[in-house]
Structure formats: C-alpha cells, structure tokens
C-alpha cells in the first residue's frame, strides 16, 4: 500500500505536489534545523482517494494517522485528551499551489472540557485556555460542521456587549468561559449532539473537512481564475499547536524577507501580540510593524534575521514566513516564497542576481511578463491629481492607478464589471467570497485591513492598484455609500484610487504613462533578456512620436505602421486629406474601370486610343489629381517615421480598409435623406446627400471583413497603392540625402493568392525602382506581405516566390479561421463561450495553437522551403502576448511586433520562450 | 536534323500534335485508301519554330518542302506552272485542336496568267478557270497579303452590276476574265507590285501566313475562350486541288456520318453544286440537304455511305467530313470528330455502345457533363409559347430555349451581357469576329445561313440554343432593328428564341424544365455511369417535392436539408410560424441568459431557486412557447421529407442563418422610425417601430457571416437545436410507425471547436434518445456537423471524436479560406480578377484545390484517422461542378450532393471520374 502519511522529517521542499507546498516546506524547514513544531502531512493524493470514496477516508488511512498521532505523542511528551500534557493541534489545508486564505483551517484541536480544566491547573493562564477553547468551538462548528460562523462569533460578541468592551483581549475569563458555554450550546442545539469532547474524533471529522474545503465554492472560484486543476487536491497537515495567545510574552507574525512592495532588502512584516496567527491575516486588530522589533525586542528581531538568511540562502528567493512567539520562545510556522508585487519581484530578482544568489537567466525568468506589465501600468498625471479632490488616505496595498465606479458588493461589482464598466470594488474588507467581484474590478479600496490582508494579497497577485485600510471612509453597506467628512460616495459615482501612494480622488482623475526610463532594475532585466531572446522585438507604430517611445521602450524596428490615419485630416494642415480622398472614391466609378483597361491595354493595340480617353475623361483627371494631392502629406508622414527610427527596419502596411470607411456611415446618410425627403427639401442639399448616400451604397457590403480591401483595393483603384510606394520610396530617398539610416520595406494586406502577390509586387517594384533611379540613390528595400487569410497560409510556398517577407495578421487570420468576426463575436458569444469553457481562452488574445497556430506553423515551413532565409514575424495583437510570444518562438519567426507599451513584455517573454526552448546552440 | 515535313501516306491519326487535327486525319484517310486528293502537312513544330525565327522559314525549311513538292509533281504528273499540267494546290492550317473557321485557307494556289491560258486550252472551261483564278486572287490579297478582303469582292460586284446579274454562276466568262484584271490592277495599286505569278513564290507567302494567321486576334479569343494553350501551333497542309466549281456536275460539301443534332443514324449533310468549300461553309448560297442525293445521285450517296461506314469503323466515332465532286468523282477532304448537340452526343454515344462499336465505359466517357447540363436545359412551356406572339420560323440549329433583349452587334452585346443581362445576338450572319458577343449571349439569331454556318457549329459546342437561316426576319443593322411584317424589334426588346424547334417569339415566354423521364438515352447512359462511379449522389432538398424530383434524377438520398425556411410562413397554415419565431427572438433577450444560467447549474445547488426564477418569468415562459408552437410544423415537414425519401439518408442541417434574418432589415427600420419621428407620430405606432429596431440593432452584426450563426445560435439559443431535434426524431418515429424506411442524420453547422460539437452533441443525443424511448422504437441516426470553417478542418482529428459524419460546406469554406464575401466579392472585384487571370477560375463555382482543397485534403486525413469509417461528403455549390466532383472523389470522399438538378451531371462528372482515376480496385 501506498504511503499516505509522512512525517515532516520525511519530506522535502521538492514533494510539493504530493505534501502540498505548506508540508513540503515544514518538512523542508524541520531539516533546514529551524525550530518547526512536530506534526505530519497526508498526501494530496490520498485527498483524491476520499473524493472517489464519496467523501470517506480510504481503507488503511485512519489507521495509518493513528500511527503519526502516536509518534508525535510521543516525541512531543503530550497526549491527546491527557489532564498531565495535552497535545493541541493544528489542522490545515496546503495545496501544491499557493491558494492564500481561500483552505479553512482548525487550531487548537484536542481541546475539550476536561483538558481545559487540566491545562487551568498546569499553567494558571485561565484566560489563554478559554480563549483557545472559544477559538476551537467557533472554527470546528463552521469549518468542520458547516455552520454560520458569524452566530458563534454573535455569542462572543453579546458577552463583550454585557462587559462594555470592544476589544478581544479586554474580555474577562469569565467572560471568555461564558463564551465558551453559550457556543456549545448553540452547537448542541444547531447539530442536535454535544460539542465532540474526544479528541480522535475532532481529528478525524476535521481531516475530512480540510479535504472537503478543495471543493467549497470559492475555492473553486480561485482555481478557475488561476487556472489550477481541480484534480490538483490539497495535503492535510496536522500540527502541534503553539500558542502566540498565551499572554504578552506571546504574539503570531507573519514576515517577508524582503519588501514584497518594493523589493528592498530587510525584514517586512506585522506582529500581533498575544494572537494567533488568524488574527493578522484577518486585520481585525492593527499589528505592529516587524521592523519596530528591532528596538522593542532586539534579541527576537535578530533571531528573525538569521532565519531570514538562512532560508533565502536556502530558497534562493525572498520568503513569506509565519511565525509564533510562545512565550518568548520563537516557533517557524511556514516559509513559502513570497507573494510580491512586481515591481518588488524585478527589484529582488536583479538584486538576488548581482548579489550571486542566482544568475542572470534565473532572475530574467522570476520576472513574469505580468510584473513588467504592472509596473508599466499607468499612473495619475500628476497635474490632474492636483486639481482632483482627494477623499482619503489609506494604505498602498497595491500600486498602480484605477478609476472606476464605486460598488459596495461583490456581486453587483461582477454584473457591472462584466457589462465593460469600470469598477472600484469598496468593501470595509474583503473575504475570498468576494472574489467573483475582484475579478472584473479595476481596483479595491478596503477600510479595514493591513498589508497582508486578503484585499492587499489578492490585489499585488493580479497587479490591481489596492487601497487597504482606509479607515478614513465610513462605508454604510445598507445604503451603499461611504462618507468622508462632507463627502459621499453612492454606488456608481466615479472614484479614482492611486495604490502607489493610497490616496482616493473624487470623479475620474487623468492617467499618464509610467516612466519606464526610472525602472533601472527592469531596464537591467531587460538588457539581460535581450542578451538571452532570439526573437527579434518591433513595434507597431504609425507616427513618429510612438517610434521614439518605443525605441526608448527597446524595440529595434518596426513591424508594423498603418497608413490609413494618413487619409485622415491632420492638426494644422492647410490642404484637407480628407476631401481629397472622398474625392478620389467618387470619382473612381467613372475613373478606375477606365485606368484598370488603360493598364491592361499595355503595349496592345488599343492603348492609344484608351489613353487619349482617358486623358479626356474628367473623373479620371479628378481621380489622378486627388491621390497626386495626398502624396507630399503621405511623404512627409514617412520621412518622420524613418528619421525616428534609424537605423532599424520600417514595414509599411499599403492602404487596408476598405473605401467607405472613409464616407459618411450609411445608416447616418439614410437617415439623413429620409429626413430631408420628408421635410419636403430638394434642390442641392438632397441631391448632394442622395448622391453620396448613393456612392455609400454602391460601395456598401454585408461583409465589409471580407471585402474589397487590402491588396484588392490596389488591385482595383489604379494609382493608389503606387501613390502610397512612391511616396514611401521617396521619403526613404530624402531621408538618406540627409544621413539617416533607412531601411524601408513594404507590406501588402490581405493577400489570397500568389498571382495578387505577384501582380502587385510588379507593380509596386517598377514604382520605387523609378524613385530610386530618378534620385540616382540606391537603397535596399523589401516588398513582402500580411499572411493573414488562410489561403495565403496554406499556398505560403507560392507567395513566398515573390513576396521577399512574411508578416502575420493574427487579428484577421483568426477571425477567418474561426470564421468568428471579433467586432461581433466577443459580446454576443465569445467571452460566454470562454466562460463555458467552450473555448479554452480568448483566441484573440492568445492564439489559438491547435487551430490558427497549426496554419501559422505551416505557412512558415512552406515558406521557408522556397525562400529559405525567408524574414517572418507577426504583427497581430497577439505580438504582446506572452504566450503567443513563446508559440512565434516555437515555430521559428524572426520577430514579434507589438504596441510600444507591450514591447518591454514581449523582450522579457522572448527570453522566456527562449529559456525553456532554446534555439540558439 | 528533324522532319518537318510529313507527306500524307507518312502519318496517321495519332500524330495530331504535330500533323495538326486536319493533317492527320489526312493521312490516317489516306492509308485508310479513301480518295484523298495528294500532298503533304509541315509540323505545328515548325509554326513554333517560325515564330521564334520571328515570322522567318528555319533554316532547312524551304529545301525539304521542295522535296514534297517534287514527290507530288512526281506522284500527280502535274507541276507548278507547267502548261501542260499544271499542278494547283491548296495550302491550309489545321491545329491538334479543331477550330472551325478559325483560320486562313489559300485555295487554286499555283493559278497564274499562263496557267489560266493553258488550262482553258487544255480544258476548253473558260469559265471554271477565271472562277478559280478571281478566288486564288482574292483570297491571296487577303490572307496573304493582309488586304481587305471586301476591296476584292466589290470589283467582281461591280462586274455583277454592270451585268445586271445577282448569283456568282450567272457572271459570263467575260465578266470573270474581267475580275480578275480588275482585281490584279487592284493589288498592284495597293501593294505597289504585280501579283506574283511564279508558284513557288506564292507557295512560300501563303505558307507564312498560313502559320501567321494563328496568331490573329479572331484566333487568340477562340483559343482564350476555349482554354487552348497558344504555344500548341498549327500545321500547314498543301494539297492538290481538286474543284467543285467545275461545272454542274461538280460540287462541295460537308457531311456528318450521323446527325449532329439529334444523333440518329444516317447521313446528314449539305452539298452546294458547282461550288468550292468556302462556299457551303459561308452560307452564301442555300446548299441541297445530302439526303435527297439519295434519288438523285443514288450512285454518289452510296458511295458516299460506304465511306462513312469506313471512317466511324475506324474511328469508332460520328466524323464530319468535307468532300469534293470535280466533274462525277469524288474526293475525301477531310473527316474529323464531329461536333455534335448534347442530345446527339449521347445519342451516338449510347447507340454506338449497343451496336459494339465501343465499349460501356467509352460511351461514358464520351458524354460530357456539359452535354446532359444541355439536354436538361429548360425548354418553353408549351402553354406560354402557344399564347406568344411567333415571329418566325428558322433553322432549328442548336437546342433549348432562350430568353434576352435583342442586340444587333457583338460588341454591344459583349457590354449587355457583362452587366448581367440576358441577350440574344441578331446578326445576319456571324463570324468569328462575333466570338465575344456570342460568349455572353443566351442564344443566337441569324438571318442567313445553314446547320453548319458558324452561329450553328459555335452555338451547338457551347450548348447554346441557337437558330440560324432565319430569312423571314429582315435586319435593318444601321438603325439596330429588325422587322417580320407588321412587327419590328428594336434593339434591347425582348424576344424568346426557341432552338430545339427553330420557333422566335415576341416577348419573353416562360420556360419549363424538361422531362428527364423521357430522355432514354440518357438514363441509360446515366445507369452505366452508376456501375462505375466510387462517388454517391445525393441531392439538397428542402422538401418532399424537391426530394422526389432528385429521386427521379438518381439522387440516393439527401445530402443536405436547410431548415430555414421551416421558420416561415408556409402557404394555407393558421398559426403563423414567423411571428412565433420573432417573438422568439424578442423574448430571447431576457429568456435565453437565464435559461442558460439554468442549463449550467444543472446538478448545482443554486439550480433549484434558478428554476424557481425562470418558471416565474414571462419572457422565458413566452420564448418556451414559441419554440413549442414551431415544433409541430417542422414535424410535419420532416416527415415529409422521410417519406419521399424511403430507404434512403437524409441529412438535416440545424438552423444556420443569423436570427435578425427572421426580423425587418435595420434600414427599413430605420427609414420607417426616422419617417414617424419626422411626422411627429407618437405613441404606440412609433414605440412599437422604435423597440423592433432597437432589438434589430442589439442583434445586427459587422459580418454576420462570421457573427452568432450555426452551432452557435444553438449554443445561445436554449431550446432552440433541441427543438429541431425533437422534430426531426418524432417525425422519423412517426414514419417508421408507418412502414417508412428513415435514416436520420442531424447535421450541426458552422463548428470551428470540438468543444461546440462535443456540447452540441451531447445536448441533442439526449434529445433523440428521449424521444426514441418515449415511442419505444430503435432507429439509427447520426450527428454529424459541417466542415465550413477553417479551423474545423484543421482540427479534424479532434471534431471527429463527436462527430459521427462530415459534410463540407464548401461555399461558407472558400469565403473564410480565401477571406472573401461572395455576396459583395463577385460583382466588385471576383469576375474582375478572373478576367484578368488574377484568379484561374471562380472559386465559388469550382473548388480551389490549392487552398480549400488542400484543407478539404487535410481535414479527410485527419478526420479518418480518427474515425476510420468517417462517412465524409460535400453539400456545397460545388457538389455539382464535374472538376469538383472529380477532386471530391480523387480526396476519398463518399458522396457528394447537390440541388436536384445537377444530380444528372453529377452521376456523369462521378463515373469520369472513377474512369480517369481508378478508386476501384
């Protein structure tokens, strides 16, 4: 039979998924010499047997605790229910992940009348034992029986009422014993028997439970947000207990051992005397500061230092410990690394990595692409934070800026968020039930609380700005408002909560972007993971402006710049772009059929003929006209971009949408003419609107997606595209004359079939071969192409023969390969059928790798068989995506492009992907 | 160094590709010993070699055809130029391909002024000389020379005129002598030289530009139009001449060895006396059919019989042949495969296989799927034909009925057809200068000529109804119109032609299919073509009417039924089906998220007080109801359908179309709310517009071909597949109670993800089983799903895990595959890329195998691999295309289906291809 039981002198910090993470740490922790007190672990395994046994302990298990219980009875010298030495123990949950807060836990278990007495007579500490005993009662009748929590705690309450106090610690014993009474009779007359006084009993009853708690809602809840398996399980360790409540000379503790805030070095953390541990996590009562230990008790804070070394030495990270002072004696509960917040984890990752605790890869790999995310997050402009009201200051639980409406419950707080509102979840704290809400909130603002409190915890693990213990704000759940002096808050009034430095404003306050340039250690991390990557990392940019931040933010290139906001009017320009592009889609019915067999009649012998017509033709000078007037503007867009990024390659995406994107809407043209008709106009006005509304309809489609557009609109408006190379071309040429180092290659959308490809590269190559000749410059440029319909995936081998690059389109190869369009889907299905678990993730922001990922792993194989060297990247949103990121990796593309912001997580998630797939020998 | 030149007795019948189609024939004929007047055939090779020498003789050339020349002044006795037996030839091209009157003859080639006096000296037929030396000079200035051919004729017009006489054979041998010197002054102003009377010099011009006259434009559109690579050539053939035009005992004609029109046996044919070829072929004057040679030259058609016993013995095919009487002897011209109408092709095809002729699979094989499209072409009913308005009566030169606006020039018409209308070309007669007029054409009308002019030859290979010799309508060409009596048709009026029966009418009159029933040959031919075909044919239909039609065609079962229009109103049914389904819809706002929350607890606590919830609402109650009153109609439908189709599959696809198709379209709406508001309506008449559009609005979509349609609408839509399912299981219950033989298949569209059909098919497998159980029967049935997005054919190897069949949609799979919209593509830039061989074909109408077929490949592969017996076919358009059935068949698949019509062509298209690849073993 298989080993059910270990003792924590068995196991090791490796055993994780068998003893959870808490017992493979004690048992680690009980050889590392700390001072660990004695107990055992049941495996995760064994909770999985008693699920498939409906909820019964496996045959051999009891038998198999029993043997432990003797063990620890006797190494500890205690007994269970003994009236000389009578074990208490512990009784917690410990997954092989981390899952904070969200396991129930019992303590003090084996207590019960007659040990109470004994325990009175051995240490004359009556008030230590009834307060132990009402502990027990209150966590065994709700953990292990499944009762409302709050009537045992309303029993304590009514005798601090009686006695006047508020404070757990000002009840009398007789009090606390008073306590004790009226809980077991609540329990006897809640569960119709007495109050269990054996002890083997409560063990076994509260073994089950801990297995059972894997399953309670919340616990689920997390585990569907964090992705863990349900068939993952929990250990069961069974501790004995130590007492941080047994007087003033006792306390519980909890200490990082390095600031999971901002990563400096030094002991953090909050000690609560004369408490047990659950009382800190709690927040009910404000602990006192670690680093206030240092004078108050010197001896005790060194002690605290030497383990602090001694386990990072050991861990090699920074630790989150649990500790217990019985009187004066120093007790290690649990070590386990420690939750941080981002900036904290690149601050401790690089430090660990100069101070030789880890190399270079270890600590590029710490950081998660989420940390550079969050500490890229934005932060209030300060300017604006200077004219906004600011209501209160609470403690910075969780950095970053969040603006949203105020919501008093978790569950409207979901309904909203999920609606795309913008939510501020305020709760005076928040408990695990409260998760559902977190999830879609933008921040937390809590009342009560510390830095370690669930709110605060739950918050720097999903990079949420967090502002706990605001004890400023008189939350009145009943009317869902808070006040503050004069000021209330209703639900869905606007709050904005800055957890860097805990201050909430009233209304929206303005964001601005962090300075990444401050962010020396995630710069030196980054600088690391450069070294590492071998993905190349552009930027998607289509202005200057955006191509300099993102050089700052690291990307060496850019893999994508739209041209389409270059049809649109710009600040200052005297000439509109815009007219003059409507003007070329009006004329183009009469003009562009006539310039298609113009082009076709090429050396035949109707050219002459055609072109002395179209020479004739009006539209068609209109229409030539109009792309000649966008030009110099196009030029100049160009020139900007090259100058910013010189040196680095620019890909030009040609003209993609399609034409009446750039009209008025139809519906608002309709309902125009339907107005003007109506109102009985004629003349001009209708006439105009009814031609437009006409030239809209005629260009209208059902499915605009899968339109004219992209290489097809180059294809079927002469001009055009030639237009956009001749003044890529051109720009390029200026900017040599002038020094820069330009590197132009063009992109052509949308591309089905090789002969498109084909047609237009021709087309285009002639056009920038005339520029370069006319200005006696030679240049290299490229002209390549978006794989980003299926087609051109699956004939990539035929493309490639003329296209001279590869760019995925991610964002449309998706839609059509899942035949979803994202504008529509997202709402109406997609994130319900995500939600279902009808589709693993979100394909829009990770791609899908059995379906689209399959298409692109193709298209690269094709295509480097006929162009071997054949330069792909990916230039989707999904470019920013760290697991994407590792799926480009993986089927071998040259770069990811992505939005400047991203860029800094994309160099990080290359070297990640790199890390755990090497490519480079 | 290689043969260039072939004499006659030197090939045969197998060397098209180098003899050229005329060429060879001559040669198998002549060793076949039929009477064929001497000479030689210079290699297509060569015509290749001429254009590369840049319309030079290759060295070597002009040497070996001295050679023949000598060989046939040997083996003739004749010489050129000799006086006292001149030899002349005719000297013409012919391709490996025919192409009737496609290219330029040179005929009496040899004739100068010295030969004419010797021949009327040696002969004494003055008038057969000049005859032949005005043809030999018009032709040569005009094919050779590159004259207008119509300068020419106007001097022997003006000799005509001056004579007072109409027919060439009343001029008086003066007069011809006269043309002749007219016509040499002629060409010595135009050409600035004599016309050349040495032969050898003729010989070697008229050799050039027999190979030139490949490359002319009428040739280059023929060749384009039907796909004949450029590169192919054509030979040149020099032969003796023999002459038709010697007097009234001689005489040209042509003649089928069985009729082209309708297949039956015996000769068919025309013969002009006293005529050389061109004239029979042109249409000048009205030939004598050959059947009436039969009494009154017993002697000639006897012969002539014999011979075509000879040919069809050899080529074991109908051959068309040309011959010459020169005074009382016959000679053989030449013989080639007859062109021949769809009725005649299967006809002979199936006659000659009974006779044993050919085998079984030949006679298939000659069919072509073309040819039944043809004879299943609609006729006119003869009800609307009998109250139109006849015009006149014509040749009946091509079959089937045609309805369009009449246009009097090929170009206009070329312009009418291109904008998709439907045109009838009326000409006088056409040319080949008309091909591209004729392409867009419904059918053709001319005044003039026979059953082998060339409106009738083109109209017959193309299918095409045409009527030709149609003398009673008097074309006015310069005021575009023509008159019959009373009644005059301008251009663009409507006229019905009728070219089974030779019938034209006023108007357009109504056209009814024809009756397959009938058609014995070719339900034999299609019987035949069942034993051999792999591919089973199934057909898509909606309704038992349709379905019983297939049946009659041969479809085995239903490949596809769309359920749609089972959501409308159907003819004579109280309860309106439609505002069901709208209600429906209106209620789904609130009904279907909250059935849905229900359908996922399930077994969960919070299930019950859901449940309580949903029971008390009224949108839910209300959106329940609607689907329950839908249900019985679609019963009865289905049962239906299970009924015509006894013994066979019949697939049911589940609602597919987005559900605002069901409601008003958002423009009507908008205009209607848009007019209310402007007239100032209010109250319920507005309110009830505004909220319909305000639904429309929620519901409308970018792309809706991408947007919540198929599979996902019953993911959504609670109740709603679950429904279809129910009917379609009671209604097969029901049949089965009454003897019918149903074999259910419920088809789930627009899958892209396992998990869709997996819940789908959980979901609906519950359904049917409760209602098997319910009745207590066992019946087999299937769920399936279509195969229409990318990513379901990708991930194959997974849907199949659910998935019990395939059926590839194939239209909504090339849209996503090529990332195109059909309904906006066509008409805005598809045909145009075809046109200019952007794209090989239209995707929509045959399959791309480089992309959609690769996936179609790909998912087959995949899809057996995990369901080796995965039964997989295709319920496109392309279920009908003869190519795409033969990739269907090539990639494995079990049936195709398409719409009751096609089902002939595809049981054809399925036996060739099983023919030209073998799956048989």
Redesign the interface.
């Known amino acids: 039979m298989e080993k059910r039981v270990y003792d924590f002198t068995e196991g090791n910090k490796d055993m994780k998924a068998l003893l959870g993470g808490k017992g493979a740490n004690l048992a680690e922790m009980t050889t590392l010499g700390l001072s660990i007190p004695l107990g055992f672990t049941i495996t995760t395994k064994t909770c999985g047997e008693f699920f498939e046994a409906d909820g019964k302990f496996p045959k051999g298990l009891w038998e198999e605790i029993l043997e432990h219980v003797k063990t620890l009875e006797k190494n500890t010298g205690k007994r269970f229910g003994d009236t000389k030495a009578p074990l208490l123990v512990s009784v917690r949950s410990g997954a092989p992940i981390s899952m904070p807060g969200m396991m129930d836990t019992v303590l003090n278990l084996g207590m019960n009348d007659e040990v109470a007495e004994a325990v009175i007579g051995l240490t004359g500490d009556e008030r230590f034992v009834w307060d132990a005993y009402r502990r027990f009662v209150t966590m065994f009748s709700d953990v292990v029986m499944g009762q409302e929590r709050h009537a045992f705690e309303k029993v304590f309450d009514r005798v601090k009422e009686k006695e006047g106090v508020e404070g757990d610690t000002e009840v009398s014993v007789k009090g606390l014993k008073e306590t004790v009474e009226g809980q077991k009779k609540l329990y006897r007359m809640l569960l119709k028997e007495d109050f269990p006084q054996e002890s083997m009993e409560q063990l076994r009853r509260s073994i089950g439970a801990v297995f059972n708690s894997w399953n309670i809602p919340r616990a689920r809840t997390y585990r569907r947000v964090e992705g863990i398996p349900d068939s993952m399980g929990t250990a069961c360790n069974v501790q004995t207990m130590v007492f941080g409540n047994m007087g003033w000379d006792s306390g519980s503790g909890v200490m990082f051992t390095r600031s999971p805030s901002d990563g400096s070095k030094g002991l953090f953390g909050e000690l609560l005397f004369n408490a047990q541990g659950e009382d800190v996590v709690a927040g009910i009562r404000t602990p006192i500061p670690i680093v206030e230990m240092k004078e108050q008790q010197p001896h005790l804070y060194k002690e605290l230092e030497a383990i602090a070394e001694t386990v990072e030495g050991h861990y090699k990270d920074m630790q989150d410990m649990e500790f217990t002072v019985e009187k004066g004696k120093l007790w290690i509960l649990q070590t386990r690394t420690g939750k941080r917040t981002a900036r904290s984890a690149i601050k401790i990752a690089v430090d660990m990595a100069k101070e030789g605790l880890i190399d270079k890869k270890t600590a590029v790999k710490r950081i998660t692409p989420n940390n550079v995310d969050q500490l890229l997050h934005p932060q209030f402009d300060p300017a604006a934070k200077e004219e906004a009201t600011m209501l209160a200051k609470g403690l910075n639980a969780s950095p970053g800026a969040a603006v949203g409406i105020a919501i008093f419950n978790a569950d409207r707080a979901e309904e909203h968020g999920k609606a795309g509102e913008d939510v501020i979840l305020v709760r005076p704290e928040t408990t695990p039930d409260d998760v559902n809400g977190m999830v879609v909130s933008q921040g937390f603002l809590t009342q009560h609380g510390g830095g370690t409190s669930h709110a605060a915890v739950v918050a720097r693990g999903w990079g949420k700005p967090c502002i706990a213990g605001c004890e400023d704000i008189k939350i009145d759940n009943s009317r869902n408002l808070f006040t503050v002096g004069e000021h209330t808050v209703k639900e869905g009034d606007w709050i904005s909560v800055d957890g860097t430095t805990g201050e909430v404003f009233l209304g929206k306050v303005a964001k601005i972007e962090t300075a990444f340039e401050k962010e020396t250690e995630l710069i030196q991390a980054l600088e690391w993971a450069d070294e590492i990557k071998s993905l190349g990392v552009l930027t998607n940019a289509d202005n200057p402006e955006d191509s300099v931040k993102a050089r700052q933010f690291g990307a060496t290139g850019i893999g994508l710049t739209r041209t389409e906001h270059m049809f649109f009017d710009q600040e200052g320009e005297e000439i509109s772009r815009r007219e003059n592009v409507v003007n070329m889609i009006l004329k183009s019915e009469v003009a562009a059929p006539l310039l ?1 067999q113009l082009d ?1 009649a090429k050396g035949g012998e109707e050219y002459d003929e055609l072109k002395k017509k179209a020479d004739a033709n009006k539209d068609v000078q209109e229409y030539l006209q109009a792309l000649q007037n966008i030009l110099p503007f196009q030029r100049k867009d160009f020139e900007g971009i090259f100058e910013a990024m010189d040196g680095y390659p620019v890909i030009v995406r040609l003209i993609d949408p399609p034409m009446h994107e750039f009209l008025p809407p ?2 608002e043209l ?2 125009e003419v ?2 003007l008709r ?2 009985g106009a004629k003349g001009e006005e209708l006439e105009e609107k009814e031609y437009l509304l006409r030239v809209v309809e005629s260009l209208w ?8 557009r992209g290489c ?1 609109a180059g ?2 408006y002469p001009g055009l595209t030639e237009m956009q190379v001749q003044a890529i071309m051109e720009a390029a040429v200026n900017m040599k004359k002038k020094g820069v180092d330009v590197h132009p290659e063009v992109m052509i959308p ?1 591309t ?2 090789v ?2 490809m084909h ?1 237009e590269y021709e087309k285009l190559n002639k056009v920038a071969e005339e520029v370069l000749a006319k200005a006696g410059i030679d240049l290299h440029y490229k002209i390549g192409t978006m794989i ?4 051109a995936a ?2 990539a081998d ?1 493309i490639a023969e003329s296209a001279e690059f590869f760019s995925f389109g991610t964002n ?1 190869l998706t ?7 994202r ?3 997202e709402g ?2 997609l994130l ?2 995500v939600d ?4 693993p993730s979100n394909p829009f922001q990770v791609i ?1 790798r ?3 990922g ?2 692109m792993k193709m298209c690269v194989d094709k295509g480097r068989a006929t162009r071997p060297d054949l330069e792909i990247g990916i230039c989707g949103e999904h470019g920013g995506d760290p697991s994407s990121i590792e799926f480009c990796h993986l089927i071998g593309l040259n770069y990811v492009s992505c939005s400047p912001y991203r860029v800094p997580i994309a160099r990080l998630a290359a070297a990640h992907a790199e890390l755990d797939h090497p490519r480079k020998k």
């Open positions: 298609r076709a139809r519906e309709l309902q339907t107005e109506c109102r489609e059902t499915n605009p997606m899968l339109g004219l097809r294809l079927m949308l089905s079939h002969n498109e047609a980003e319909i299926p087609r699956l004939t035929e449309d839609q059509m390969t899942f035949g979803i369009s504008d529509d889907a109406k299905f319900n059928f279902r678990g009808l589709l899908d059995e379906g689209v399959q298409l």
